[in-house]
């Protein structure tokens, strides 16, 4: 270590406001996350990284399965916008789901207007990438995925992949009568054993096989 790094570094050791700022990161963590967690409604086996960032949790709903990446944002209305999971989404890190927005008036600087809430809802079985967006009053179908770095405005239709800013769809991922048949299934509504007693045909099976094993 360089002479200038090592005061460097003792600059910091010895600094009290640097204390005090670790109890203000300490601070945030317990109204971000810690305090939130309390309010959240969970399924079973929901996961997510110590550092993601929830508001109004008692607005959120998450469903058996879900996993949210690190340093997302998951921040429901402070009146009436909820946001729903479905089973099994998949949140990439820094992925932003937002149920508020603020008013636009024009002369009012945003933050002093009244919000303007709307729910969202991210479907089972989805995936959205790094660094996604999806703003408030937007369902996220179930199936879809949502390529990183897509800022979602609209509604994005179950099954498909969307990318890009605005979010529009690639492509479906599977066909509409797979899509038919895999709501005919509805997995989402097996009860907990009965999903992990299936696991092995979750991951292995191709979207059709598995059409084909459980609709009949
Ligand atoms: C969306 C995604 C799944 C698409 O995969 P894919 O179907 O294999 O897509 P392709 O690579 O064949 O690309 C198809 C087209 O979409 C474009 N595209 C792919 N991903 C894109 C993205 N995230 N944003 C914008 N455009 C994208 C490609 O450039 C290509 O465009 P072109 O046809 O004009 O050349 C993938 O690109 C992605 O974003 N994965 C998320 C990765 C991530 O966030 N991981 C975090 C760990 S959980």
Redesign the pocket.
């Known amino acids: 270590m360089t002479r200038r790094r090592a005061l460097g570094a003792l600059a910091s050791v010895v600094d009290p406001r640097v204390y005090l700022h670790a109890l203000r990161l300490l601070h945030f963590y317990g109204y971000a996350h810690v305090r939130q967690v309390r309010l959240l409604t969970r399924g079973a086996d929901v996961s997510f990284a110590p550092n993601v960032s929830f508001r109004n949790a008692e607005r959120i709903v998450i469903g058996a399965g879900t996993h949210i990446?690190e340093y997302s944002m998951i921040w429901a209305g402070n009146s009436t916008g909820r946001i729903t999971f479905g089973e099994k989404a998949?949140l990439?890190p820094r992925v932003t789901v937002t149920a508020s927005d603020y008013g636009m008036q024009a002369g009012t600087p945003p933050m002093d207007q009244p919000k303007i809430e709307r729910d969202v809802h991210i479907g089972a079985g989805t995936w959205l990438?790094?660094g996604v967006v999806v703003v408030a009053g937007v369902t996220v179908g179930d199936g879809a995925?949502v390529?990183?770095?897509?800022i979602v405005t609209k509604d994005v239709p179950a099954y498909t992949?969307v990318?890009?800013n605005p979010g529009r769809v690639?492509r479906r991922r599977v066909s509409e009568a797979t899509e038919e048949k895999l709501r005919r299934i509805a997995w989402w509504d097996w009860s907990h054993d009965l999903l992990r007693e299936r696991m092995a045909d979750f991951r292995s099976l191709e979207a059709d096989a598995f059409v084909a094993k459980y609709a009949g």
């Open positions: 990446g998949l990439a990438g790094a995925i390529g990183s770095g897509a992949i990318v890009g690639l």
